[in-house]
């Protein structure tokens, strides 16, 4: 958006980045959602953003999030949403989500 580049932070250890450093990277106000596959969730354009002006994207590794890992991002305030049925490779999932948010901002402010 604005021909800035998106800020990308990887990270090994999801608790400790959701406990120490979630809120130093994006308000609470921000909609926070992570991808998974699976053709039960919503998509990000079902989502009301209703005043967003940002989106936090959570991508994990191929295959998936683990159970766990996606109750901790539930209770953290994101969102689960679908990025179809089939698991990506990490960097493609990075690629679509970031170019779904940033369209999907800029759908709302159309």
């Known amino acids: 958006e604005g021909g800035r580049v998106p800020k990308v932070v990887v990270r090994k250890r999801l608790k400790n980045f959701l406990t120490d450093e979630l809120d130093k990277h994006t308000p609470r106000e921000a909609l926070r959602v992570v991808g998974h596959p699976g053709s039960d969730l919503r998509r990000l354009s079902q989502i ?3 005043d967003v002006k940002r989106i936090l994207v959570a991508i ?4 998936g999030w ?8 539930k209770s953290f305030g994101f969102q ?15 690629a679509a989500l970031v170019t779904l948010a940033h369209d999907r901002l800029a759908s ?3």
């Open 66 to 73: 683990m159970d766990r890992e996606m109750s901790m991002l």
């Open 108 to 110: 709302e402010r159309a």
């Open 48 to 50: 009301d953003l209703g």
């Open 60 to 63: 994990g590794p191929e295959g």
């Open 80 to 94: 689960h949403i679908s990025l179809g049925q089939r698991a990506l490779r990490t960097e493609v999932a990075c």
